[in-house]
C-alpha cells in the first residue's frame, strides 16, 4: 500500500507590488510548493494565522507596516515564530541588513532577484523548516511519552504499597508470637527491614515523580532534628549490625526547627542507607545535626573510599551510579534514593553536596535556610 502524498510546502510572497509578486511566483513555479501572495503587513498575518506557511519571501519598503514591523510581528508571536522569513528588498547596506537581521530575518535576497539564488534560498529555507517540524513533533511524542511514564509509576506505587503493608504486618506479627526461634526472629527482622527500604523507595519514585509535574510539596512543622536522626539512626540497627556499623548521631540542636518532617526523615535514611552499604565493616557511620544563625546543617559521615570529584555532581541524578575512589566494582548510589535527596533539599530552598572525610570517606551534606515561625494573624 502505498504512503499518502504529502501536502505541498507554503510559500507566502508579501509585496505591496503586484508585478514583483508576479515575478516571484513565476520564478517558483518551477519548485514543488504552493505559492500564495498578500500585499500587506497585515494581510500576511492574517494568512498566516489561519494556514499553514513554510517560507515567507517579504518585501521591506512597503507603506504603512514596513518588512522590518512585519518581521518583528511574526517573530513576537510564538505560533509565526518558526516561518522562516527571507526579506527580497532594494536596500544593501550594511546597516539595512543588520537592521533585518535584528527584526528576525533569516535570509536575504537582493532585487533585481537572480532566480537562480532566490530557488535556492527558499530550498534552503524550506529544509530548516521541515527540521524545526520534525523536531517539535519528537518533543510532542517524547511529552506524551513522559506522561504516560509519569502515570504508569504512579499507578505502580500506589499498587506496591498495599502488598508492602501487609508483608509489614505480617512481619510484626510473627515477630509478636512467643516461642518463635532466634534464627526465624533474625529471617524475619530482616524481612522487616527490607520492606522498610522498600517503602521507601516506592515514597521516593512517587515523589520524584510528583517534583517533576509541578514540584514536591512542604508541609512544615516543629521538629527537633536531633531526636528525628536518633529515631532513623535506631530503625537501622539491624541492617548497622549485619554490616558490622556503628551508627552514632553527633546533635548539637537545641531548638525544634520548621521543616517537613516525613521529608526530613527520609532524607536521613536514604543518607544513612547509602553510607551503611559501602562503609567497611568494623567503621562508622555518624549523623550530625547542627543549627546556625541562617541554616540547618545536616550531615551523615562515613569511612568507605570516598567519591571521585569529577562524579560528585552526578550522584544526585535519577538512576546515577558513581564509584567510589579506586573501586570500579561497587557503585555508592544506584537509584532515587539520593536524586530524592536532592530534590527534598531544593523543595525545603536549600542544597546537598558532598565533601570529603578525613582521612577516608565521604560526607554527605545537606543545607536547609532556617524558616521564621509565622506570626500572629
Same mark, same amino acid.
Given at each position: 500500500?502505498?504512503?499518502?502524498?504529502?501536502?505541498?510546502?507554503?510559500?507566502?510572497?508579501?509585496?505591496?507590488?503586484?508585478?514583483?509578486?508576479?515575478?516571484?511566483?513565476?520564478?517558483?513555479?518551477?519548485?514543488?510548493?504552493?505559492?500564495?501572495?498578500?500585499?500587506?503587513?497585515?494581510?500576511?498575518?492574517?494568512?498566516?494565522?489561519?494556514?499553514?506557511?513554510?517560507?515567507?519571501?517579504?518585501?521591506?519598503?512597503?507603506?504603512?507596516?514596513?518588512?522590518?514591523?512585519?518581521?518583528?510581528?511574526?517573530?513576537?508571536?510564538?505560533?509565526?515564530?518558526?516561518?522562516?522569513?527571507?526579506?527580497?528588498?532594494?536596500?544593501?547596506?550594511?546597516?539595512?541588513?543588520?537592521?533585518?537581521?535584528?527584526?528576525?530575518?533569516?535570509?536575504?535576497?537582493?532585487?533585481?532577484?537572480?532566480?537562480?539564488?532566490?530557488?535556492?534560498?527558499?530550498?534552503?529555507?524550506?529544509?530548516?523548516?521541515?527540521?524545526?517540524?520534525?523536531?517539535?513533533?519528537?518533543?510532542?511524542?517524547?511529552?506524551?511519552?513522559?506522561?504516560?511514564?509519569?502515570?504508569?509509576?504512579?499507578?505502580?506505587?500506589?499498587?506496591?504499597?498495599?502488598?508492602?503493608?501487609?508483608?509489614?504486618?505480617?512481619?510484626?506479627?510473627?515477630?509478636?508470637?512467643?516461642?518463635?526461634?532466634?534464627?526465624?526472629?533474625?529471617?524475619?527482622?530482616?524481612?522487616?527491614?527490607?520492606?522498610?527500604?522498600?517503602?521507601?523507595? @516506592?515514597?521516593?519514585?512517587?515523589?520524584?515523580?510528583?517534583?517533576?509535574?509541578?514540584?514536591?510539596?512542604?508541609?512544615?512543622?516543629?521538629?527537633?532534628?536531633?531526636?528525628?536522626?536518633?529515631? @532513623?539512626?535506631?530503625?537501622?540497627?539491624?541492617?548497622?549490625?549485619?554490616?558490622?556499623?556503628?551508627?552514632?548521631?553527633?546533635?548539637?540542636?537545641?531548638?525544634?526547627?520548621?521543616?517537613?518532617?516525613?521529608?526530613?526523615?527520609?532524607?536521613?535514611?536514604?543518607?544513612?542507607?547509602?553510607?551503611?552499604?559501602?562503609?567497611?565493616?568494623?567503621?562508622?557511620?555518624?549523623?550530625?545535626?547542627?543549627?546556625?544563625?541562617?541554616?540547618?546543617?545536616?550531615?551523615?559521615?562515613?569511612?568507605?573510599?570516598?567519591?571521585?570529584?569529577?562524579?560528585?555532581?552526578?550522584?544526585?541524578?535519577?538512576?546515577?551510579?558513581?564509584?567510589?575512589?579506586?573501586?570500579?566494582?561497587?557503585?555508592?548510589?544506584?537509584?532515587?534514593?539520593?536524586?530524592?535527596?536532592?530534590?527534598?533539599?531544593?523543595?525545603?530552598?536549600?542544597?546537598?553536596?558532598?565533601?570529603?572525610?578525613?582521612?577516608?570517606?565521604?560526607?554527605?551534606?545537606?543545607?536547609?535556610?532556617?524558616?521564621?515561625?509565622?506570626?500572629?494573624?
Amino acid at each position: 500500500m502505498l504512503p499518502p502524498p504529502q501536502a505541498l510546502p507554503h510559500v507566502l510572497v508579501v509585496d505591496d507590488n503586484e508585478a514583483s509578486r508576479e515575478t516571484l511566483g513565476v520564478i517558483l513555479a518551477r519548485e514543488p510548493v504552493v505559492v500564495h501572495s498578500v500585499d500587506c503587513g497585515p494581510a500576511a498575518i492574517a494568512y498566516a494565522s489561519a494556514h499553514p506557511v513554510d517560507v515567507m519571501l517579504l518585501d521591506v519598503m512597503m507603506p504603512g507596516m514596513d518588512g522590518f514591523e512585519v518581521c518583528r510581528r511574526f517573530k513576537a508571536d510564538p505560533a509565526l515564530a518558526p516561518i522562516p522569513i527571507i526579506l527580497v528588498t532594494a536596500l544593501d547596506s550594511t546597516k539595512d541588513m543588520l537592521r533585518g537581521l535584528e527584526s528576525g530575518a533569516e535570509e536575504f535576497v537582493s532585487k533585481p532577484v537572480n532566480r537562480m539564488e532566490l530557488r535556492a534560498r527558499v530550498r534552503s529555507m524550506l529544509r530548516m523548516k521541515q527540521h524545526y517540524d520534525e523536531a517539535r513533533a519528537l518533543a510532542a511524542d517524547l511529552t506524551r511519552l513522559e506522561h504516560k511514564r509519569q502515570a504508569l509509576t504512579s499507578f505502580l506505587v500506589h499498587d506496591l504499597k498495599n502488598p508492602l503493608a501487609v508483608i509489614q504486618m505480617s512481619a510484626e506479627y510473627c515477630l509478636a508470637v512467643a516461642g518463635v526461634s532466634a534464627p526465624i526472629r533474625s529471617a524475619v527482622a530482616d524481612i522487616s527491614q527490607a520492606v522498610a527500604t522498600l517503602d521507601r523507595m @516506592v515514597l521516593d519514585m512517587l515523589d520524584v515523580a510528583r517534583s517533576e509535574e509541578s514540584g514536591l510539596p512542604v508541609h512544615r512543622e516543629r521538629v527537633d532534628l536531633g531526636a528525628l536522626a536518633t529515631e @532513623v539512626v535506631a530503625s537501622m540497627g539491624p541492617l548497622a549490625v549485619d554490616r558490622q556499623i556503628e551508627l552514632g548521631v553527633l546533635n548539637r540542636v537545641t531548638t525544634p526547627v520548621l521543616v517537613d518532617r516525613e521529608l526530613m526523615r527520609r532524607v536521613v535514611a536514604n543518607l544513612l542507607d547509602n553510607a551503611v552499604k559501602y562503609a567497611p565493616p568494623g567503621s562508622e557511620v555518624r549523623v550530625e545535626v547542627e543549627v546556625g544563625e541562617d541554616a540547618i546543617d545536616l550531615r551523615v559521615r562515613d569511612s568507605g573510599k570516598g567519591i571521585a570529584l569529577e562524579v560528585r555532581e552526578h550522584v544526585f541524578d535519577r538512576y546515577a551510579r558513581a564509584e567510589p575512589v579506586g573501586d570500579k566494582n561497587r557503585g555508592h548510589s544506584r537509584g532515587l534514593g539520593l536524586a530524592y535527596c536532592r530534590i527534598a533539599a531544593e523543595a525545603h530552598g536549600g542544597r546537598i553536596w558532598i565533601e570529603d572525610n578525613e582521612p577516608t570517606g565521604a560526607v554527605f551534606c545537606v543545607a536547609l535556610p532556617l524558616v521564621a515561625e509565622p506570626g500572629p494573624t
